[in-house]
């Protein structure tokens, strides 16, 4: 990097720091000062049992959510980089068009459709299908329909590129040497996509510990995720030491996957 | 950053030029200046000293055009103080946020009285001047040390009349009988009035509810828990979960009771027997920007029957004056949280448990309606 590339992101790298390294810096000494100086907030949080359990379902959650969108996502860019012209276009469609429309709107639009008198549930009845209705939404299923769909688009993006970047000859050459399809596809395209699928598991898994509207209005109230209960820890039951402390355990749990990934990431591509 | 103060400028400015304060030719060049000068970092400084003014802070939606609508412009006409409608919801910790910041930008908020108590010992809020406000204009049992009543809302049981037309609910042990009143129901996610509900259910008497039975009410809400389709954390939500047939019978706030009725058609109907009553309150800020005492005259002024009888009509809230209850007509006393008859009916939440209580308890309450 020269220095005028360096010239040239100095006013990002200043928005961030002013932006998001300084509050953090802030919630890193609330953390260890209220409400008095010492680790004691960490231990709390550690040992307290409705913490850990949010942390573990947020986990939890999060993983499912990742496997299932990057696989989605995996699939929807492979018809979009190579497919027909007409298989791009809808595929397309289906990227950008939920991607445009807001996050409260979405987990509605679920609601609308997978609760006990949706949309869903009342056709399979009328069919004779179903007699009681499936319970789709208001529960732990509904927040990662709900979080998976809002997720695939920004799965597909780094795959995109990744796909795109895969060499046709290398292709070609296997074909020549008598490789079937699935084994040219299991084999020779998804290794070459790994710095793309690792990509989108990372932006994916990390966006998704975030996750907050969601998981409230799917969530039926029950699937309280870490994001929420730092919302409460420092709004609704003040307690900012604690609410600080899982941040930064959260923070330091994301720099650890990230840096983990990394490492993996350039392997993939040395 | 910048956002929350060029908000609520614009917000200055919109009111202004909707009451003809301002002309239409002012308004957007007070926009322009204000656009033009927080984009260079320069804060409307002047715009701000001249500005007699008090910030009241409540929790969105409609609730700023009613408080405007009920209070807000009579005390402007009666003073020449503006007071601004900010929905930003003070919780808690947001009232600790403004006055750890040293300057707080808010005046007034529309706080639970346990949250105002222990903000007040913390030296966060303003001791209500009860030379100014009229404790004779407020229930009995309803004035605070740190916050002044302001009017009333109950958790109330709601069900589906259609369903139960023949035999409505009439207890906190119908609601969580399923058997007799078969269906999914609804409650609140926040835990206040939940653990009540359940210890009158399984048998508490209700003189004898606080302190609360916490052990209990979990005990209670583990085995019921299965029943319930959702744990509602916003007043539209619950009204939604009812209308569409989700639950056949929810927990609700009072508020919601008329809408809810004629959103159905009737075909969702309410009780007050065994409700919750909840007191809203006033507070006002330690070293709030507009002076102690235009706070305090303030809330004096909001004290009047006609005025609360305005925030009856537009949001529903039972009338702090029990003077208010006798004005209104029986066909929307019916409505009334604090009428004399629903009154007797119903079970007022205990402020000085829930200002001990309320933070563990909840925690518990979460740990078991997510386990």
Sequence with gaps: MTARHILLLAPLLLLLAVAYLLPFLGVMQWSVTLPEPGLGQYAAALTDPLVLGVIWRTIRICVMVTVLSVAAAYVMTLIWVRGGPVARVVIE??????????????????????????ILNTWLQHLGILSEPLTLVRNEFGVV???????????????????????????MAARSMGASRARIFWQVFVPMTRGGILGAVLLVFVFALGFFITPAILGGGRSVMVAELIYLRIFQSPDWGLGAAISVILMVTVGALLALMLRQVRGADR | MNGP???????????????????????TTGLALLLGSSALGLRGTAAMAQAKELVFVNWGGDAGTAYDEAYGKAF????????????SGPTEGAIAAQVESGKPAWDIVDVDPFSAEALGKKGMMEPIDYAVVDKGKMREGFGWDHSASSYFYSYIIAYDAAKFKDNPPKTMADFFDVEKYPGKRSMYKWGVGMWEAALLADGVAADALYPLDIKRAHDKLAAFKEHVVAFWGGGSESQSILLNGEASMALIWSTRAKLIEEDSGGDV????????????????LKNNPGGKDAAMQFIASAQEPEKQLVMFRMLGQGPANPAADALLPPEEARYNPVDPANFAVQIPLDMPWYEENYGPALDEYLKIISA
């Excluded at chain 1, 469609?93 to 949706?118: D, E, M, Y």
């Excluded at chain 2, 400028?9 to 239409?24: H, P, W």
């Excluded at chain 2, 109907?269 to 006002?284: C, E, K, S, T």
């Design chain 2, 76 to 87: 402007l006409e009666a003073t020449g103080i503006t007071v601004k409608q900010d929905g």
């Design chain 2, 5 to 27: 103060f060029q908000r609520d400028c614009l917000d200055i400015l919109k009111t202004r030029a909707a009451r003809g304060q301002i002309s239409r030719r002012d308004f």
């Design chain 2, 269 to 284: 109907a309410f009780i007050w027997d065994q409700g919750l009553i909840a007191p809203g309150a006033m507070g006002v």
């Design chain 1, 93 to 118: 469609l289906c990227i950008l068009i939920p991607f445009w429309i807001s996050v409260l709107t979405r987990a509605f639009g679920w609601l609308a459709l997978l609760s006990n008198k949706g």
């Design chain 1, 145 to 171: 329909v709900g979080m998976v769909h809002f997720l695939i688009p920004f799965a597909v993006f780094p795959l995109a590129s990744s796909m795109r970047a895969v060499d046709e000859r290398v292709l």
